[in-house]
């Protein structure tokens, strides 16, 4: 009977044990990913023993080929060297709620010039790569499509290089931030230009033709420049957007020649401007002015096209040497980052290369001020920045528009010089108060391609 008793309370701690047991494995059974939210980016982030993660893992997007691989110029290089600013010199991230500072990764994907596939691969970056935070620069090609799955899933994105109408036009931004120019500084940069020429609103001869692809930047920016235009008081010669791509500009061309067109503005990438403008000069239509947004925003771009056919031919500029800011990250003023960067690459530093310091320099005040990896607070922080960079100062709640800062713009004009080479001087600045200083009067006579 004692045996009886003694088997009986060995079978009760069993089965206690065994209950204990079963409970313990279940609450160590991480929960499901929140989907509505796009799901817990940092649920399997690498950790210490302590919970604390073993590094911060940061998405770029680039359109390093395809069209627009003119404006990823730089990428991989500049990134890398920023990673490795961080982790060598800074000694990483110093966040409040762990005991060191941690290390950045990068995961960078080549967009090629793709909409679609910036799409995937943003996706790809979050549910994959389990990112932190995304930075995308480079047009509404690859910065729309991105900033809008990083809505979809909750995850910060640093967004630069993308006019604020195409971004803006998605509806409202919550973890999404934009820096860059808004469709009306760039208007005020062309017209600055024209201006500049002699070509003023109301003159006989300054009716402005139209060239805007079916791209997102074309239906975008085209119905926010005709408001400008008509609200200035400039006519417009509009034949319609072209397809995106196209080889055959022959028709509107044609437009603009019966029409005596002497100012041609639009937005177009660089391999269609190229073929445009050939083709303009072959079927002897040389306008006195020509302003084209997005393309040749680069020296190797320009060059690409032909140092005599580019010899006068305008864009916009939102990055120079000749900027008055300085790097809140390097310390470099924007002269000395132009020298740093034409020293280790043999390159031009342009706008484009403005917005990839700028985008590091953002990135890494905000991480820091973030008391953890969460992405709200690393969205909290984002949204508290207030930081000099090196395209000017940055502060996300100085519009009515949730998430956005403007920045300067300014009219540029590429020269041909002496040695067969390409110069892009600043030939109008709308707002003299900013400080961007002309580098040379504007050009209107005299053009290689018009001998």
């Given at each position: 009977?004692?045996?009886?008793?003694?088997?009986?309370?060995?079978?009760?701690?069993?089965?206690?044990?065994?209950?204990?047991?079963?409970?313990?494995?279940?609450?160590?059974?991480?929960?499901?990913?929140?989907?509505?939210?796009?799901?817990?980016?940092?649920?399997?982030?690498?950790?210490?023993?302590?919970?604390?993660?073993?590094?911060?893992?940061?998405?770029?997007?680039?359109?390093?080929?395809?069209?627009?691989?003119?404006m990823g110029e730089g990428t991989p290089f500049l990134d890398d060297y920023f990673k490795d600013y961080i982790n060598n010199t800074l000694g990483g991230i110093k966040m409040s709620d762990y005991d060191s500072p941690l290390p950045v990764e990068t995961v960078l994907y080549d967009t090629e010039s793709n909409p679609d596939k910036v799409s995937d691969l943003t996706t790809k970056l979050i549910?994959?790569?389990?990112?932190?935070?995304?930075?995308?620069?480079?047009?509404?090609?690859?910065?729309?499509?991105?900033?809008?799955?990083?809505?979809?899933?909750?995850?910060?994105?640093?967004?630069?290089?993308?006019?604020?109408?195409?971004?803006?036009?998605?509806?409202?931004?919550?973890?999404?931030?934009?820096?860059?120019?808004?469709?009306?500084?760039?208007?005020?940069?062309?017209?600055?230009?024209?201006?500049?020429?002699?070509?003023?609103?109301?003159?006989?001869?300054?009716?402005?033709?139209?060239?805007?692809?079916?791209?997102?930047?074309?239906?975008?920016?085209?119905?926010?420049?005709?408001?400008?235009?008509?609200?200035?008081?400039?006519?417009?010669?509009?034949?319609?957007?072209?397809?995106?791509?196209?080889?055959?500009?022959?028709?509107?061309?044609?437009?603009?020649?019966?029409?005596?067109?002497?100012?041609?503005?639009?937005?177009?990438?660089?391999?269609?401007?190229?073929?445009?403008?050939?083709?303009?000069?072959?079927?002897?239509?040389?306008?006195?002015?020509?302003?084209?947004?997005?393309?040749?925003?680069?020296?190797?771009?320009?060059?690409?096209?032909?140092?005599?056919?580019?010899?006068?031919?305008?864009?916009?500029?939102?990055?120079?040497?000749?900027?008055?800011?300085?790097?809140?990250?390097?310390?470099?003023?924007?002269?000395?980052?132009?020298?740093?960067?034409?020293?280790?690459?043999?390159?031009?530093?342009?706008?484009?290369?403005?917005?990839?310091?700028?985008?590091?320099?953002?990135?890494?005040?905000?991480?820091?001020?973030?008391?953890?990896?969460?992405?709200?607070?690393?969205?909290?922080?984002?949204?508290?920045?207030?930081?000099?960079?090196?395209?000017?100062?940055?502060?996300?709640?100085?519009?009515?528009?949730?998430?956005?800062?403007?920045?300067?713009?300014?009219?540029?004009?590429?020269?041909?010089?002496?040695?067969?080479?390409?110069?892009?001087?600043?030939?109008?600045?709308?707002?003299?108060?900013?400080?961007?200083?002309?580098?040379?009067?504007?050009?209107?006579?005299?053009?290689?391609?018009?001998?």
């Amino acid at each position: 009977m004692k045996q009886m008793k003694q088997f009986k309370v060995i079978a009760v701690i069993f089965t206690v044990l065994l209950g204990v047991m079963i409970f313990s494995g279940c609450s160590q059974t991480a929960p499901p990913a929140d989907t509505t939210t796009g799901g817990d980016t940092t649920a399997t982030t690498p950790a210490t023993p302590s919970g604390q993660p073993t590094s911060i893992k940061i998405g770029i997007l680039n359109p390093t080929t395809g069209p627009l691989a003119g404006m990823g110029e730089g990428t991989p290089f500049l990134d890398d060297y920023f990673k490795d600013y961080i982790n060598n010199t800074l000694g990483g991230i110093k966040m409040s709620d762990y005991d060191s500072p941690l290390p950045v990764e990068t995961v960078l994907y080549d967009t090629e010039s793709n909409p679609d596939k910036v799409s995937d691969l943003t996706t790809k970056l979050i549910t994959d790569d389990k990112v932190n935070i995304i930075i995308t620069r480079h047009t509404p090609d690859t910065v729309v499509p991105a900033t809008v799955v990083a809505e979809q899933y909750g995850v910060p994105c640093i967004a630069m290089d993308c006019p604020s109408g195409a971004w803006l036009g998605q509806g409202d931004h919550k973890w999404s931030f934009l820096a860059h120019t808004s469709a009306q500084s760039y208007w005020d940069a062309y017209s600055s230009i024209w201006e500049a020429a002699g070509y003023k609103a109301g003159d006989a001869n300054a009716t402005l033709g139209w060239v805007f692809a079916d791209d997102l930047d074309g239906t975008t920016l085209s119905p926010d420049y005709a408001a400008c235009a008509t609200a200035a008081g400039y006519k417009m010669l509009d034949p319609g957007l072209y397809a995106s791509g196209t080889n055959d500009y022959s028709s509107l061309i044609k437009q603009f020649k019966d029409a005596n067109i002497e100012v041609v503005f639009g937005v177009m990438n660089n391999p269609e401007f190229a073929t445009f403008w050939t083709q303009c000069l072959q079927n002897n239509f040389k306008p006195k002015v020509v302003v084209i947004g997005k393309a040749f925003m680069l020296e190797s771009q320009a060059m690409a096209i032909g140092a005599t056919l580019m010899d006068g031919i305008c864009n916009e500029v939102w990055w120079d040497v000749h900027f008055p800011y300085t790097s809140s990250l390097m310390g470099w003023t924007c002269m000395q980052y132009g020298d740093w960067y034409n020293q280790q690459t043999g390159l031009t530093a342009a706008s484009p290369q403005g917005a990839k310091l700028a985008s590091w320099e953002i990135l890494i005040d905000a991480l820091n001020r973030s008391a953890n990896v969460d992405p709200d607070s690393i969205r909290q922080a984002l949204l508290a920045t207030d930081l000099d960079t090196i395209m000017g100062h940055i502060n996300y709640t100085t519009t009515d528009n949730p998430n956005y800062c403007p920045l300067a713009c300014v009219g540029g004009q590429w020269i041909l010089q002496p040695d067969g080479s390409l110069k892009q001087e600043i030939v109008g600045n709308p707002d003299p108060s900013n400080g961007i200083p002309i580098t040379a009067p504007i050009k209107t006579s005299g053009f290689a391609w018009d001998k």
